[in-house]
């Protein structure tokens, strides 16, 4: 029996049935595949990498090529309900433009990161002077797509600078299962490894549906055709 991710155990809990979602950064599309089997959600999904697009059609999964930085621009306003960003906020070039997209595109965002303020990566800062390896963040500085590392007081800088409401928030250390955090709280910035937040704009309406009952489309064109 394949072992789920606490992360993605965690998105499966705070996701509706049926709802439609877009993946960013969905690598090979285990989540992706996961929320379509036991949610039944619409989903598609969003790959820099061509062998993860090979993989997600593999599965089945609508999923096309493109880069969160850029190709976000793309997509309609408010044609999902869920856009999820697993462990791919801080490998982007612009977190925020990426952050104020998903929020464009979806009613709520899901986004997950790695905590730069965790104990363990301040005491290997310390005692060895040299950029952290841990569970969170396995690779050495010369070979990680990390590029925008931040801390969770920092993420929550953000989230006030765009003004979002959060909607709920989980935090994980090591192969532990996801707990409720405070995320204003300085003790959790020092002792969550891993950040898991939904997000929603301050004064958001909910998501309208057509006369039929029926949904808005999913997307645009980039999975038509």
Known sequence: MTTIREDFREILRLVRPGSRVLDVGCGEGALLDLLTQEKQVDGRGLEISASGVAACMARGLSVVQGDADQDLDHF????????????TLQATRNPRHVLDELLRIADRAIVSFPNFGHWRVRWSLLSRGRMPETKALPMPWWSTPNIHLCTLADFMALTEDLNLRIDASAAFAGQGAARPMNPVSAVENWRTETCLFM????????????????????????FDG
Not at 76 to 87: E, G, W
Request: no cysteine; hydrophobic share 30%.
């Open 199 to 222: 997000l929603s704009r301050n004064g958001a309406a909910p998501t309208q549906k057509l006369a039929s009952g029926e949904p808005p489309p999913a997307s645009g064109d980039l």
């Open 76 to 87: 309609p306003d408010r044609s999902f309900d869920y856009a999820v960003l697993s462990q």
